[in-house]
């Protein structure tokens, strides 16, 4: 736990899911990550608890250590101080598929109440309503990684009961990390409510979701950012807050 002493008392709901995010990672982790407030939150845990974590990205950075946040998985950063740079089946073969990776990082248009995960078709795939841009890799880390983390924001149209289509697996989803609670499966499956942010009820996480949400019998407590956290993100990880402000 977080000594409230140094509890930040100044945060965005983008940097409490970073910093939550973050605390997922342990010191040695292998994690698979793709851009965006993922990416974010691996760097945070790296400067702060987890120094010893590997990163690897799909575009084949094994070991990465970027000077910088990139805004892209093509951008040249993610090679600063790389153990190694392979080709993408090289990282899928040796790494992921080999049971090498403890967490995968991933998001989608769509999760549903079991974690399925769509980057496909929004509505019938035959004519949809808008076509996406596929699985790329995700569908593989959904099935190897040991353990998979969805960060993504609420909405009740991305959070359907449903989704139209099963892109990627979410049989390995352990947590789903949102901008107003925290959903992990239950005995069944089922992406079930086990802690609330300060400051949000239960009926507006329900309204945000497509299905009738089930609440965990007691609902943990979420600590706020560390000043450190947020000092990092701010100053150093994402000063221009493109992806926490």
Excluded at 21 to 35: L, Y
Excluded at 165 to 172: A, D, L, Q
Aim: with cysteine; charged share 20%.
């Amino acid at each position: 736990m977080i000594d409230a002493a140094q509890t930040a008392t100044d945060y965005t709901r983008n940097e409490l899911m970073c910093a939550l995010a973050a605390r997922e990672i342990g010191d040695g982790d292998v994690v698979f990550v793709g851009i965006g407030l993922p990416n974010l939150a691996c760097n945070l845990a790296r400067a702060t608890h987890a120094p010893n974590m590997t990163l690897i990205y799909e575009s084949g950075a094994v070991g990465a250590v970027p000077d910088r946040v990139p805004p892209s998985i093509g951008d040249p950063a993610l090679v600063t101080g790389s153990l190694m740079v392979a080709p993408m089946a090289d990282v899928f073969q040796s790494f992921l598929q080999n049971g090498k990776i403890q967490i995968g990082f991933l998001g989608g248009a769509q999760v549903d109440k079991r974690g399925n995960i769509n980057t496909t078709a929004v509505g019938p795939y035959g004519a949809p309503k808008v076509r996406l841009p596929g699985s790329g890799g995700a569908c593989e880390i959904a099935q190897h990684a040991r353990r998979v983390l969805i960060v993504a924001k609420l909405d009740k149209r991305a959070f359907p009961e449903k989704v139209d289509f099963v892109t990627s697996n979410g049989g390995r989803v352990k947590k789903i990390i949102t901008n107003m609670c925290v959903l992990e499966p239950d005995d069944t499956g089922e992406m079930t409510l086990t802690a609330l942010y300060p400051g949000v009820t239960f009926e507006q996480v329900q309204d945000n979701v497509g299905w009738a949400l089930k609440k965990a019998p007691r609902l943990s407590e979420v600590a706020p950012p560390s000043r450190k956290e947020i000092d990092l993100l701010r100053t150093k990880l994402d000063p221009k807050r493109l992806h926490t402000k």
